[in-house]
């Protein structure tokens, strides 16, 4: 709710610092004194476009301070939050219009432009009676308010998800279609570079493999004489390692019987020995092994070629030539698979357009059955608020064909008769402000246990009434205030009675200026207001007399 505002040279306003209470307020005043004025102030600080004209004359600038209390409005807290605009429970809205027209607000101390404020201002307030305030004049806030009062959460939130995977499959249909022959060209061409990689039948480290038999093959002639000579030398010939290390063994072996000294170096040499021999069956079994074969040399020169040049042409190296292969294989898997397949996308979006559109359908009847009785219980309401024989109808049309959207696919309008044997129309044409005041009045009497916007503002909702009439708008909206915030501008006893606080707008005139003042009026104070305004050049005993009784009346 509205708990306190600050306004600082605003029209003829010098300065107002007002605490707001819960319940219902009644605003009065004489005719001229700017009874208006603060519901002005409250519209602009909640995002209404201004002008220098607000600013008081003299004055550089207007300032308009808001708090709100939002800690029953679990919406406007969730905005704030996404919006890192979070404080606490209090809300602060602010906002200064210079007399050069220039516009700055903020919101909780941080910047903000008006599109945000009116954001929040539209979970926050609703102002009754100006058609430029008035959010029932915008065709969302109408199917809003139908689908609350209709509790249509779920199914929203079923079509929402229906719409948004029909989105998806076609957003992805349109970007295939957009993008087909660059797709069909990469399919090509990745298909011409996994056949050329597939016929070289490449194998797992394969490449090492080849340059080492390729270094052993060119070099063949070299290693087969150097393993020949090494067995020659250590083994074969007559002076040959072993042989010289075989008389050493034997010579020594025959002094350890002398000197068991020798027995060390013995065994040293008979295990050199022992490695000498061992060393010539390798290089023998090598050279064994080794043959000069040119043809095998050429092949893996060749296949050295081929895997070189492939190598250069996808700029790697050799060695990555298979694992190049399987990526491409991957990618070339992904591209023809389902999600690229246009004739599988095509099916998969007519599954998903029918689903949207059997849950668009669900919804439109819910709205439908909610439009019969939202509208009868509403023009029953306007009969009681002196609109006799006026109807309100919700037209709920339909069109499988029209655009698909996440609140789905009716054209929701609040349509009115105000007067018998008038022409349904829509209420953005209702001219009267008076009419669309009650209208809206109506609206909120029979949505009231169901929409619960924590402030209502009605200016001059009692236009073109009186009696036993603005006693019925006087009662309902002091219902309306038991269980949120109202505010009411009237010029009618009947309403004013009915409020939980009363302020009087005064016109205070100076020597050189005149200004607009608010008194909180009480007992007596209030007593006399509301003899003032039912009316008489002088106000008697049994006039106040019959305004204590209508103050005394409410519960």
Same mark, same amino acid.
């Not at 008076?434 to 809206?440: A, P």
């Not at 009316?535 to 005993?541: D, F, L, Q, R, S």
């Given at each position: 709710?509205?708990?306190?505002?600050?306004?600082?040279?605003?029209?003829i306003i010098?300065?107002?610092?007002?605490?707001?209470?819960?319940?219902?307020?009644?605003?009065?005043?004489?005719? $001229?004194?700017?009874?208006?004025?603060l519901?002005?102030?409250?519209?602009?600080?909640l995002?209404?476009?201004?002008?220098?004209?607000?600013?008081?004359?003299?004055?550089?600038?207007t300032e308009?301070?808001?708090?709100?209390?939002?800690?029953?409005?679990?919406?406007?807290?969730?905005?704030?939050?996404?919006?890192?605009?979070?404080?606490?429970?209090?809300c602060?809205?602010r906002?200064?219009?210079?007399?050069?027209?220039?516009?700055?607000?903020w919101?909780n101390?941080?910047?903000a432009?008006?599109?945000?404020?009116?954001?929040? !201002?539209?979970q926050?307030v609703?102002?009754? $009676?100006?058609?430029?305030?008035?959010?029932?004049?915008?065709?969302?806030?109408?199917?809003?308010?139908?689908?609350?009062y209709?509790d249509?959460?779920?199914?929203?939130?079923?079509?929402?998800?229906?719409?948004? /995977?029909?989105?998806?499959l076609?957003?992805?249909?349109?970007?295939?279609?957009?993008?087909?022959?660059?797709?069909?060209?990469?399919?090509?061409?990745?298909?011409?570079?996994?056949?050329?990689?597939?016929?070289?039948?490449?194998?797992?480290?394969?490449?090492p493999?080849?340059?080492?038999?390729?270094?052993?093959?060119?070099?063949?002639?070299?290693?087969? /004489?150097?393993?020949?000579?090494?067995?020659?030398?250590?083994?074969?010939?007559?002076?040959?390692?072993?042989?010289?290390l075989s008389?050493?063994?034997?010579?020594?072996?025959q002094?350890?019987e002398?000197?068991?000294?020798?027995?060390?170096?013995?065994?040293?040499?008979? /295990?050199?020995?022992i490695?000498?021999?061992?060393?010539?069956?390798?290089l023998?079994?090598?050279?064994?092994?080794?043959?000069?074969?040119?043809?095998?040399l050429?092949?893996?020169?060749s296949?050295?070629?081929?895997?070189?040049q492939?190598?250069?042409?996808?700029?790697?190296?050799?060695?990555?030539l298979a694992?190049?292969?399987?990526?491409?294989?991957?990618?070339?898997g992904?591209?023809?698979?389902?999600?690229?397949?246009i004739?599988?996308?095509?099916?998969q979006?007519k599954?998903?357009? =029918?689903?949207?559109?059997?849950?668009a359908e669900?919804l439109?009847?819910?709205?439908?059955k909610?439009?019969?009785?939202?509208?009868?219980?509403?023009? $029953?309401?306007m009969?009681?608020? !002196?609109?006799?024989?006026?109807?309100?109808?919700?037209?709920?049309?339909?069109?499988?064909?029209?655009?698909f959207?996440?609140?789905?696919?009716?054209?929701?309008?609040f349509?009115?008769?105000?007067?018998?044997?008038?022409?349904?129309?829509?209420?953005?044409?209702?001219?009267?402000g $008076?009419?669309?005041?009650?209208?809206?009045l109506a609206?909120?009497?029979?949505?009231?246990?169901?929409?619960?916007?924590?402030?209502?503002?009605?200016?001059?909702?009692?236009t073109?009434i009186?009696?036993?009439?603005?006693?019925?708008? %006087?009662?309902?909206?002091?219902?309306?205030?038991h269980n949120?915030?109202?505010?009411?501008?009237?010029?009618?006893?009947?309403?004013?009675s009915?409020a939980?606080?009363h302020?009087?707008?005064?016109k205070?005139k100076?020597?050189?200026?005149?200004?607009?003042g608010?008194?909180?009026?009480?007992n /007596? =104070?209030?007593v006399?207001?509301i003899?003032?305004?039912m %009316?008489?050049?002088?106000?008697?005993?049994s006039?106040?007399?019959?305004?204590?009784?209508?103050?005394?009346?409410?519960?």
């Open positions: 709710m509205l708990s306190h505002i600050f306004l600082r040279d605003f029209a010098e300065s107002l610092d007002l605490e707001l209470e819960p319940g219902m307020t009644a605003l009065t005043g004489e005719t $001229g004194a700017g009874k208006s004025i519901i002005d102030a409250i519209g602009l600080v995002g209404d476009r201004a002008d220098s004209g607000v600013v008081r004359h003299g004055a550089e600038k308009i301070t808001l708090t709100i209390d939002i800690s029953d409005t679990p919406t406007a807290l969730n905005w704030l939050q996404d919006n890192d605009l979070d404080e606490d429970d209090q602060i809205l906002r200064v219009i210079t007399n050069s027209g220039k516009s700055r607000a919101i101390g941080t910047p432009n008006l599109s945000m404020l009116r954001q929040l !201002g539209e926050l609703d102002i009754h $009676g100006q058609h430029e305030h008035q959010s029932l004049m915008k065709k969302e806030m109408q199917r809003q308010l139908l689908d609350e209709g249509n959460s779920n199914l929203l939130a079923t079509l929402n998800k229906r719409f948004h /995977e029909w989105k998806e076609q957003d992805k249909l349109d970007q295939l279609q957009n993008q087909s022959s660059d797709h069909q060209a990469q399919i090509d061409l990745l298909s011409f570079q996994t056949q050329e990689l597939e016929a070289l039948s490449l194998v797992e480290g394969e490449y493999q080849l340059d080492e038999e390729h270094s052993r093959l060119s070099n063949a002639g070299e290693l087969i /004489e150097a393993a020949s000579t090494g067995v020659q030398q250590l083994y074969a010939q007559k002076q040959s390692v072993y042989s010289v008389g050493l063994i034997t010579q020594m072996s002094l350890t002398v000197d068991s000294a020798f027995k060390e170096p013995v065994a040293m040499l008979t /295990e050199a020995q490695q000498v021999e061992e060393v010539s069956d390798i023998r079994h090598y050279q064994d092994s080794l043959e000069l074969d040119p043809q095998r050429q092949f893996v020169e296949r050295i070629a081929q895997l070189h492939m190598a250069k042409k996808h700029m790697i190296s050799p060695e990555d694992d190049k292969y399987k990526t491409l294989c991957e990618k070339l992904s591209l023809s698979g389902d999600d690229y397949d004739d599988a996308l095509n099916e979006l599954q998903a357009k =029918e689903s949207y559109l059997n849950q669900k439109h009847k819910s709205r439908q909610s439009a019969k009785q939202l509208g009868s219980g509403v023009s $029953g309401a009969q009681q608020l !002196g609109m006799d024989g006026g109807v309100f109808e919700i037209q709920c049309a339909f069109d499988k064909n029209s655009k959207t996440s609140h789905g696919m009716d054209d929701v309008e349509q009115v008769s105000a007067n018998p044997g008038q022409p349904l129309k829509s209420l953005v044409k209702v001219a009267s $008076g009419e669309l005041s009650r209208i809206s609206i909120q009497m029979i949505a009231a246990q169901k929409v619960t916007l924590p402030a209502l503002i009605f200016d001059e909702v009692d073109g009186g009696g036993g009439t603005a006693e019925v708008v %006087g009662q309902q909206l002091r219902m309306l205030g949120r915030q109202v505010l009411c501008v009237t010029h009618l006893p009947q309403v004013a009915q939980h606080q302020y009087k707008v005064t205070i100076g020597k050189t200026s005149t200004s607009t608010m008194l909180t009026l009480r /007596e =104070e209030r006399e207001e003899a003032r305004m %009316g008489g050049i002088e106000i008697t005993e006039t106040r007399a019959l305004a204590r009784e209508m103050l005394q009346s409410p519960d």
